[in-house]
């Protein structure tokens, strides 16, 4: 959440030097004004409306980096991120649960495999409300 607040923050602050670079340098009319004006709305719509705090689903599979076999009872979690969402694979190493998109860290955890954590990172304006991946995990 912190890095599309940033990124927002600063689009937001190129746009307006840019629009005060254009007053003083060319002496803009109404009407180009009013046209840079609704597209900096749009834009700004988009930023804040896109991603952040939405809901989506992250699902995948857990398999054996030697065999690609699944891993069953694989605790899948964000950790501390958010409300600390989690799941647990099941026979064919299939999970599923529900975050929020924004970058973030998920930790895979189970008896006799190397724990590992891997880092998700959504588009800014997201086409779909889910994420799937796939993970390898070693053997201890």
């Known amino acids: 959440?912190?890095?599309?607040?940033?990124?927002s923050a600063n689009i937001i602050l190129i746009l307006q030097a840019i629009i005060?670079?254009?007053i003083h340098e060319d002496n803009y009319g109404r009407k180009k004004?009013?046209?840079?004006?609704?597209?900096?709305?749009v834009i700004i719509s988009l930023l804040f409306v896109s991603c952040i705090n939405t809901e989506i689903t992250l699902s995948g599979k857990v398999i054996d980096k030697t065999n690609g076999l699944p891993i069953s009872?694989?605790?899948?979690?964000d950790g501390?991120?958010?409300?600390?969402n989690m799941a647990i694979t099941?026979?064919?190493?299939?999970?599923?649960?529900?975050?929020?998109?924004e970058e973030h860290t998920i930790e895979i955890t189970v008896e006799g495999y190397k724990s590992i954590k891997k880092t998700l990172t959504?588009?800014?304006?997201?086409?779909?409300?889910?994420?799937?991946?796939e993970i390898e995990l070693e053997k201890e």
């Open 20 to 22: 005060v670079k254009r």
């Open 33 to 41: 004004m009013k046209k840079l004006f609704i597209t900096l709305l």
């Open 73 to 77: 009872n694989a605790k899948v979690s």
């Open 1 to 7: 959440m912190i890095h599309v607040r940033l990124l």
């Open 80 to 84: 501390d991120y958010g409300k600390g």
């Open 122 to 133: 959504t588009p800014l304006i997201i086409n779909k409300n889910e994420i799937t991946i």
């Open 90 to 101: 099941d026979a064919l190493g299939q999970f599923s649960y529900i975050t929020y998109c």
